[in-house]
């Protein structure tokens, strides 16, 4: 069933045109296969633990392949996937630096490097408290960075939008956003929560009871997802990073709770 899933699961994101989403797949099935539990008979010896280790990295990395290669031919269709391998076809006529730089501006990615540097830069002016949660949209004309718009005319539409044009403009990055809005200290509240739910992760990890092992190596990669997910997206109302956190801080509750007997039969 979970093979089913995985499959399922690459093949409908193809169709959500998300290609962080597309990564971010890529990445936790790569630590899924990684933090697979061992073999009893590898428990205990040192050399036999390296071999799994190194054995569970091949084989995340050929699955990797494996759905980055079908992901690739569905994508073949799609001039806005096709985008991510087409440039490197082309030949530097700049330093590295330089073709590295217009390959972001080339997949569309350089409207987020702007808004991530507007909201460094509110943070700069507000630094303790920040601009106030929810009011980044209202001090990005003041903060955004001097620089041409032409490479980047997902900007240059908020910035003069059209008659009867919806904005909605973010940062898109969901620690910079907690940066700017709140300061150093939303930042720390946010950062002291985020710790103590990790010190949840880790005692499930480490405990030697099988059953919350299970919940630990489950806690650890929902963090790690968590980790690189969090530089795309921004809002505080998307319930997926509660719901995670939620189960890891009730299943490490559960386990330090002290256990009951079982009732004696009548």
Known sequence: ???????????????????????????????TVLLRPRHKKAIGASRLKREVVLRRMVEGALIVVVLAAGIYFAGTK????????KYWQRT????????????FEYIGFGARFIYWETA??????YPLMGVGLGNYAFYFAEHIPFSPLLATPEVERILVPEEGRDRLITSKNFY??????????????????????????????FTPRLEQK??????????????LVAFSFDSLAIP?????FGFITVAAHVSSAPQSPDPLPS
């Open 214 to 227: 299970f919940w630990g190596r489950a806690a650890v990669l929902g963090i790690c997802t968590f980790g």
């Open 92 to 103: 530097p006529d700049a330093g590295y630096a330089a073709y590295l730089a217009g390959y």
């Open 240 to 244: 997926n990073m509660w719901v995670v």
């Open 1 to 31: 069933m979970e093979w089913i899933l995985l499959i399922w699961a690459a093949v409908v994101l193809v169709f959500t045109f998300s290609r962080a989403g597309l990564f971010l797949f890529l990445a936790s099935a790569f630590l």
């Open 176 to 205: 910079l956003r907690i940066l700017s809005e709140t300061g150093l200290a939303g930042a720390a509240t946010f950062l002291a929560f985020f710790v103590a739910v990790v010190g949840c992760a880790l005692y499930l990890w």
């Open 120 to 125: 460094y830069r509110m943070y700069l002016d």
């Open 78 to 85: 799609n001039t806005y996937f096709t985008r991510l391998w």
